[in-house]
């Protein structure tokens, strides 16, 4: 038998069976979707910048910016604000992926603050008694056993130890301020919220009582104060992340996932207790010589797969062509076809399975890879083959949501920084004022298909695939930092930052303008068009040449800088959510 992709984008399954495939209703919207879109101008600075999701989050970390605070001490304040402003989307019960360039030692680090499966996970953990996945990814998604051990915390932390420059107490300064006294509801989140989405959301408690008092959503303007997340706070900046990865707040993590009203999970004292972010080796690659791009390696999917189609693309004739025109779409979408090919069978948590970075990302594979491409869509593509590795495409339920924002700080140091807690309001399970992530269902829900591993598949102690690209652009002759950008969207972040940049790099847009293009995705399945934009005008042409095309809210979240050729910053923020980008 073979099982399909159940990657989502805009889906609500009706069932998942192992040997057929699951309905799919593309008419119903996604956990993050489109609320609105707001024309936005760049912003320019000449000594620092912050873009991210939220007023108070770009405001948190311009602040510590301001004090003399280098941007990794910015990023810390920047996450804990989202985690109050934004709780739909990332928080400090999920899971991050930091890049960090010091300027001074001109050494760009990679941080994985990537959850982890419980120890006591076993390949069958979303698996019934009969070895069937669920039948309603509504089970795998919500309550405990989805929950993964949280980590960008502790990634902060490493980074801080090295790069930080105020004291870790005073990062938290603003958040604190702000759980305590309220801060103001967002249009975006009572928005989300009166959707109803989340099954779970108004059931489980205490994240009922915090998003729906007495019954009803949280309403835009209103001020939410969260005292119990300004006591967490507290003790971890005067304590560190012993305080959050030990005794009471961990118990607490613990007795939410294990005695979840839905789906009761397996994460353990002994999994927060031994939890360690890791730095990773950065994958890195020219693009038409001039620029050098960096990205997260695995078990992030994103950098390679993104370098996978950016030199795919320098194959072809993109760079001349209109942007977003009838033939740039095409090729965009075929080298995307190619690279998630390979992204489904092969990438994995490399401390786990092997996977052959190197020959996917080899100039002359992805040379000849590009020569698959003609001027019909050649359908479905097929994977690269490497040496004896063989493996089953991966059956993940990847979530729409996560959270992105980009720094640079006076010092000309750099972050580039998604954060997640997977699905909008991540698994609905609460516990100290902040949401608990359902990251595990970022594995396969099968460890194998006719005999052949899937290498994301569920392991004690490993760490899902992700689709996050946080990237940093450098220029290849003086390694000078020229653009940060990432993005949220599930598996479909990595077509938004590969867009961004070729709109960046190829067309020559400025930051802006690259984010507020009309966005064009393929996931190796069908080609879908921004709803409500002009690039649907394209279905009819596209379909001559051969595309199933579909009409689909694509609502990424990007935020990004550039550093311009005087030196200043200009700064951007998605037009499609409430983020900001604030300098001085």
Known sequence: MRLISLSLLVVAMAGISGCSEPTVNSDVVAPEAATGFIEK?????????????????????????????????????????????????????????????????????????????????????????????????????????????????????????????????????DSIAM?????????????????????????????????????????????????????????????????????????????????????????????????????????????????????????????????????????????????????AVHYFTQAARLAYADRNRYIGDADYVEVPTAQMLDKAYLAKRAQLISERDMGQAEAGEFGLLARADDQALEIPSTSHFAIIDSYGNAVSMTTTIEMGFGSGVMANGYLLNNQLTDFSLVPEVDGRIVANRVEAGKRPRSSMSPAIVFNNETQEVMHVVGSPGGPNIINYVAQTLVAVLDWELDMQAAMALPHVTNLNNFTSLEQGTTITELKQALEQKGHEVRIRDLNSGLHGISVLPDGRLFGGADPRREGAAVGN
């Open 179 to 327: 759980a305590e006294a309220g801060f103001t509801v967002s249009p975006r989140l009572h928005q989300l919220l009166a959707m109803d989405f989340h099954p779970g959301l108004r059931t489980m408690q205490p994240a009922a009582d915090y998003f729906y008092p007495n019954g009803e959503p949280l309403q835009a303007g209103q001020l939410r104060p969260n005292p119990e997340y300004a006591a967490v706070l507290k003790r971890v900046a005067a304590e560190g992340t012993s305080a959050f990865y030990r005794g009471e707040i961990a118990e607490a993590m613990v007795t939410a996932v294990q005695t979840s009203a839905i789906s009761p999970g397996l994460l353990s004292m002994a999994d927060l207790v031994s939890y360690e972010a890791l730095e990773r080796e950065p994958i890195c690659a020219t693009y038409r010589t001039v620029y050098q791009i960096c990205s997260m390696g695995p078990p992030s999917s994103g950098g390679i797969t993104v370098v996978q189609m950016l030199g795919i693309l320098e194959h072809t004739p993109i760079a001349d062509l209109a942007p977003m025109s009838v033939d």
């Open 41 to 173: 101008q760049g912003q320019t600075s000449s000594r620092y910048m912050v873009a991210a999701a939220t007023q108070e989050a770009a405001d948190a970390g311009a602040n510590i910016l301001a004090q003399g605070g280098t941007a990794i001490d910015a990023a810390v304040a920047v996450q804990a604000m989202l985690t109050l402003t934004e709780p739909q989307s990332s928080g400090i019960g999920g899971g991050a992926f930091i890049l960090y360039w010091d300027n001074s030692s001109k050494q760009l680090t990679t941080i994985d603050a990537r959850e982890r499966a419980p120890l006591a996970a076993t390949p069958a953990l979303f698996l019934d008694a009969q070895g069937q996945p669920p039948k309603s990814y509504w089970d795998a998604i919500v309550g405990g056993r989805s929950v993964g051990t949280p980590g960008v915390l502790k990634g902060l932390e490493l980074a801080h130890q090295r790069w930080g420059k105020l004291t870790w107490a005073e990062l938290f300064s």
